[in-house]
């Protein structure tokens, strides 16, 4: 559902800028963003990984919801996939 996964981006976006503006330091709990509009896991990732995968074109998800997508982490691991053109 391309609809979930743009809310959540635009969810993560706003969570990363808060981030900024508090200059945290840990990792950051984002929203996965995978297709299922019934998933509300957490990724968590530093704020530069964060921003590396978003200027990348990557959505930001756990490895085991990235069956659609290319999974590049692990279980337990955060994940990752590239945005379509």
Same mark, same amino acid.
Do not use: K, W
């Given at each position: 559902?391309?609809?979930?996964?743009?809310?959540?981006?635009?969810?993560? !976006?706003?969570?990363?800028?808060?981030?900024r503006r508090l200059? *945290? !330091?840990?990792?950051?709990? *984002?929203?996965?963003?995978? !297709?299922?509009?019934?998933?509300?896991?957490?990724?968590?990732?530093?704020?530069?990984?964060?921003?590396?995968?978003?200027?990348?074109?990557?959505?930001?998800?756990?490895?085991?919801?990235?069956?659609?997508?290319?999974?590049?982490?692990?279980?337990?691991? *955060?994940?990752?996939?590239?945005?379509?053109?």
């Amino acid at each position: 559902m391309a609809g979930v996964t743009e809310a959540f981006e635009v969810a993560n !976006d706003r969570i990363a800028a808060s981030a900024r503006r508090l200059a *945290f !330091d840990a990792s950051v709990p *984002f929203l996965c963003e995978c !297709d299922s509009a019934s998933c509300y896991e957490t990724v968590r990732l530093p704020l530069p990984e964060y921003q590396r995968r978003r200027a990348a074109g990557e959505h930001v998800t756990i490895a085991a919801h990235t069956a659609h997508r290319t999974a590049i982490a692990g279980p337990g691991a *955060f994940g990752g996939s590239t945005r379509p053109p």
